[in-house]
Protein backbone atom coordinates (compact mmCIF):
# COMPACT_ATOMS: atom_id res chain seq x y z
CA UNK A 1 0.00 0.00 0.00
CA UNK A 2 3.02 2.45 0.61
CA UNK A 3 4.36 1.45 -3.13
CA UNK A 4 0.79 2.57 -4.52
CA UNK A 5 0.29 5.76 -2.46
CA UNK A 6 4.26 6.55 -3.22
CA UNK A 7 3.41 5.41 -6.55
CA UNK A 8 0.54 7.71 -6.73
CA UNK A 9 2.23 10.95 -5.33
CA UNK A 10 4.99 10.42 -7.87
CA UNK A 11 2.47 10.32 -10.68
CA UNK A 12 0.89 13.65 -9.30
CA UNK A 13 3.80 15.47 -9.46
CA UNK A 14 4.71 14.45 -13.10
CA UNK A 15 1.63 15.36 -13.94
CA UNK A 16 1.43 18.85 -12.16
CA UNK A 17 4.92 19.30 -13.84
CA UNK A 18 3.52 18.87 -17.08
CA UNK A 19 0.87 21.41 -16.41
CA UNK A 20 3.37 23.90 -15.63
CA UNK A 21 5.19 23.52 -19.06
CA UNK A 22 3.42 25.59 -22.17
CA UNK A 23 1.17 23.33 -24.43
CA UNK A 24 1.22 23.96 -28.00
CA UNK A 25 -0.36 21.80 -30.47
CA UNK A 26 0.01 21.48 -34.02
CA UNK A 27 -2.95 22.73 -36.12
CA UNK A 28 -3.53 21.39 -39.96
CA UNK A 29 -6.25 23.45 -42.28
CA UNK A 30 -7.18 22.07 -45.26
CA UNK A 31 -9.98 21.36 -47.58
CA UNK A 32 -11.83 18.20 -47.91
CA UNK A 33 -13.22 16.46 -51.23
CA UNK A 34 -16.72 18.14 -50.95
CA UNK A 35 -14.63 21.46 -50.77
CA UNK A 36 -15.37 22.44 -46.85
CA UNK A 37 -12.56 23.83 -44.52
CA UNK A 38 -11.60 21.07 -41.91
CA UNK A 39 -8.83 22.10 -38.72
CA UNK A 40 -7.43 19.17 -37.17
CA UNK A 41 -4.29 18.58 -34.95
CA UNK A 42 -3.15 15.83 -38.05
CA UNK A 43 -2.62 16.55 -41.46
CA UNK A 44 -5.13 14.31 -43.74
CA UNK A 45 -2.83 11.33 -45.07
CA UNK A 46 -4.12 11.79 -48.67
CA UNK A 47 -3.55 15.69 -49.38
CA UNK A 48 -0.55 16.40 -51.07
CA UNK A 49 1.71 18.69 -48.88
CA UNK A 50 0.86 22.12 -50.91
CA UNK A 51 -2.82 21.74 -49.63
CA UNK A 52 -2.44 21.52 -46.05
CA UNK A 53 -1.82 24.81 -44.46
CA UNK A 54 0.04 24.84 -40.29
CA UNK A 55 -1.41 27.39 -38.08
CA UNK A 56 0.68 28.82 -35.72
CA UNK A 57 -0.82 29.23 -32.45
CA UNK A 58 0.64 31.86 -29.96
CA UNK A 59 1.07 31.04 -26.00
CA UNK A 60 -1.60 30.17 -24.24
CA UNK A 61 -2.57 32.85 -21.75
CA UNK A 62 -0.12 32.72 -18.38
CA UNK A 63 -1.48 35.88 -16.84
CA UNK A 64 -3.21 36.31 -13.59
CA UNK A 65 -6.78 36.55 -12.66
CA UNK A 66 -7.93 40.20 -12.58
CA UNK A 67 -8.05 41.06 -8.61
CA UNK A 68 -11.77 40.31 -6.78
CA UNK A 69 -13.11 44.18 -7.03
CA UNK A 70 -16.19 44.70 -4.37
CA UNK A 71 -19.28 46.24 -5.87
CA UNK A 72 -19.31 49.77 -5.62
CA UNK A 73 -22.72 50.26 -4.70
CA UNK A 74 -24.08 47.59 -2.00
CA UNK A 75 -27.80 47.07 -1.52
CA UNK A 76 -29.42 48.61 1.32
CA UNK A 77 -32.84 49.34 2.28
CA UNK A 78 -33.08 52.37 0.27
CA UNK A 79 -33.06 50.48 -2.92
CA UNK A 80 -36.00 48.36 -1.57
CA UNK A 81 -38.05 51.46 -0.81
CA UNK A 82 -40.44 52.32 -4.11
CA UNK A 83 -39.71 54.25 -6.50
CA UNK A 84 -40.57 58.22 -5.97
CA UNK A 85 -43.45 58.83 -8.11
CA UNK A 86 -43.97 62.71 -9.55
CA UNK A 87 -48.09 63.55 -9.45
CA UNK A 88 -50.11 66.01 -11.64
CA UNK A 89 -53.45 67.08 -10.96
CA UNK A 90 -55.13 69.44 -12.92
CA UNK A 91 -58.34 70.99 -13.20
CA UNK A 92 -59.51 70.73 -16.92
CA UNK A 93 -62.79 72.09 -16.05
CA UNK A 94 -64.04 75.23 -15.68
CA UNK A 95 -60.60 76.93 -17.41
CA UNK A 96 -59.11 79.90 -15.39
CA UNK A 97 -60.91 83.32 -16.03
CA UNK A 98 -64.14 81.35 -16.80
CA UNK A 99 -67.73 83.17 -15.64
CA UNK A 100 -70.21 81.86 -14.54
CA UNK A 101 -73.09 83.38 -16.45
CA UNK A 102 -76.39 84.83 -14.70
CA UNK A 103 -78.23 82.20 -12.33
CA UNK A 104 -78.23 80.35 -9.79
CA UNK A 105 -74.42 79.95 -9.65
CA UNK A 106 -74.61 76.31 -10.54
CA UNK A 107 -71.47 74.95 -12.44
CA UNK A 108 -69.06 71.54 -12.19
CA UNK A 109 -65.12 71.10 -11.76
CA UNK A 110 -63.23 68.33 -13.47
CA UNK A 111 -59.38 67.44 -12.47
CA UNK A 112 -57.57 64.91 -14.56
CA UNK A 113 -55.16 62.87 -12.33
CA UNK A 114 -51.59 61.72 -13.46
CA UNK A 115 -51.08 58.96 -12.71
CA UNK A 116 -54.95 58.03 -11.79
CA UNK A 117 -55.31 57.51 -8.41
CA UNK A 118 -54.83 54.73 -6.64
CA UNK A 119 -57.13 52.51 -4.72
CA UNK A 120 -56.04 54.08 -0.72
CA UNK A 121 -56.21 57.16 -2.93
CA UNK A 122 -58.91 60.01 -3.06
CA UNK A 123 -59.57 63.99 -4.20
CA UNK A 124 -60.67 67.02 -2.00
CA UNK A 125 -61.99 70.07 -3.80
CA UNK A 126 -61.75 73.21 -2.03
CA UNK A 127 -63.53 76.38 -2.71
CA UNK A 128 -61.64 79.31 -1.36
CA UNK A 129 -59.67 77.23 0.95
CA UNK A 130 -62.32 75.22 2.37
CA UNK A 131 -63.30 71.54 1.54
CA UNK A 132 -66.21 71.11 -0.16
CA UNK A 133 -68.02 67.68 0.56
CA UNK A 134 -65.76 64.51 1.56
CA UNK A 135 -62.92 62.99 -0.47
CA UNK A 136 -63.91 60.98 -3.08
CA UNK A 137 -62.35 58.83 -5.89
CA UNK A 138 -63.97 60.55 -8.58
CA UNK A 139 -62.65 63.47 -10.73
CA UNK A 140 -66.06 64.98 -11.05
CA UNK A 141 -67.66 68.03 -8.70
CA UNK A 142 -71.25 69.62 -8.93
CA UNK A 143 -71.38 72.63 -7.06
CA UNK A 144 -74.69 74.29 -6.99
CA UNK A 145 -75.57 77.73 -5.39
CA UNK A 146 -72.44 79.34 -5.12
CA UNK A 147 -72.40 82.71 -4.32
CA UNK A 148 -71.50 85.51 -7.12
CA UNK A 149 -67.95 86.79 -6.76
CA UNK A 150 -64.92 85.87 -7.48
CA UNK A 151 -63.57 82.22 -5.96
CA UNK A 152 -60.62 80.42 -6.35
CA UNK A 153 -61.34 76.43 -6.87
CA UNK A 154 -58.17 73.91 -6.22
CA UNK A 155 -57.96 70.05 -5.98
CA UNK A 156 -55.64 68.11 -3.41
CA UNK A 157 -54.65 64.67 -3.73
CA UNK A 158 -54.67 62.75 -0.70
CA UNK A 159 -53.28 59.20 0.70
CA UNK A 160 -54.84 56.73 2.67
CA UNK A 161 -53.87 58.73 5.71
CA UNK A 162 -55.23 62.09 4.06
CA UNK A 163 -51.64 63.51 3.65
CA UNK A 164 -51.56 65.85 0.71
CA UNK A 165 -49.97 64.35 -1.97
CA UNK A 166 -50.40 66.85 -4.83
CA UNK A 167 -52.42 70.16 -5.05
CA UNK A 168 -53.46 71.46 -8.73
CA UNK A 169 -53.04 74.79 -9.46
CA UNK A 170 -55.82 77.32 -8.58
CA UNK A 171 -58.77 78.06 -10.74
CA UNK A 172 -60.04 81.62 -10.78
CA UNK A 173 -64.04 81.47 -11.27
CA UNK A 174 -66.43 84.44 -11.77
CA UNK A 175 -69.90 83.50 -10.67
CA UNK A 176 -72.49 86.16 -11.42
CA UNK A 177 -75.51 86.25 -9.71
CA UNK A 178 -78.44 88.56 -9.42
CA UNK A 179 -78.25 90.79 -6.43
CA UNK A 180 -80.59 92.48 -3.44
CA UNK A 181 -80.28 95.91 -4.30
Do not use: C
Not at 20 to 27: C, F, K, M, N, S
Not at 125 to 152: A, M, S, T
Amino acid sequence: MIKIAGGLAIAIIAISALNTLPTRAEIFKYTDENGKSVFSDRPPAESQPDSVLQIEVGPTNLSAPPPNIPPSVKPTEASNIKAAVSYSTTITSPSNGTTVPMGPGNFAVIALFSPPLEAAESAVLKLDGKVVGPPQRGNKWQLNNIFRGEHQITVERQNAENNVLNVSLPVTVYVLRPSIR
